[in-house]
């Protein structure tokens, strides 16, 4: 059975809402036992199960503070959205192995999402902007 447009959302807009208030077990609450959590460019690679998603938000809640989450545009298919969205807030650690030294930061994410038909999120693959990243973070 395919899961609505508004379910969704539903889901993603909660991840997302975990995700800015550094909540790991509500995040992984929206993830199935198997998810393969996949942020490209990582040294980790894809990641299958929640341990492999914990240990990637643990390290990302201590790298980055005061994170917002703009949604741009939404488009959707049988059990997957795909969402362009622009996270807002301030290097308080190493993101993505930058000193952050607490500046601000702003960057595009793109997630490609697969949702169970429970609507719990079984695939999350994630392309950040790594150039604005970098050009942000990188020296100084």
């Not at 993101?95 to 030294?101: E, I």
């Not at 793109?110 to 990188?138: C, K, S, T, Y």
Request: proline letters at 4%.
């Amino acid at each position: 059975m395919a899961v609505s447009v508004s379910q969704m959302n539903e889901v993603m807009d909660r991840h997302f809402a975990c995700e800015a208030a550094d909540d790991i077990d509500g995040v992984l609450a929206t993830l199935t036992d198997d998810v393969v959590h996949d942020i490209v460019g990582t040294p980790t690679g894809p990641t299958i199960g929640p341990a492999g998603a914990k240990a990637f938000y643990t390290q990302l809640f201590a790298d980055l503070a005061e994170g917002q989450m703009r949604t741009l545009r939404r488009m959707h298919g049988e059990n997957f959205l795909v969402d362009e969205s622009m996270w807002t807030g301030r290097a308080a650690g190493r993101p993505f192995g930058f000193d952050g030294r607490n500046r601000p930061l702003e960057f595009r994410l793109l997630h490609v999402i697969e949702f169970e038909d429970d609507g719990r999120i079984r695939r999350e693959n994630v392309w950040l902007d790594f150039p604005a990243i970098m050009q942000q973070l990188a020296g100084d």
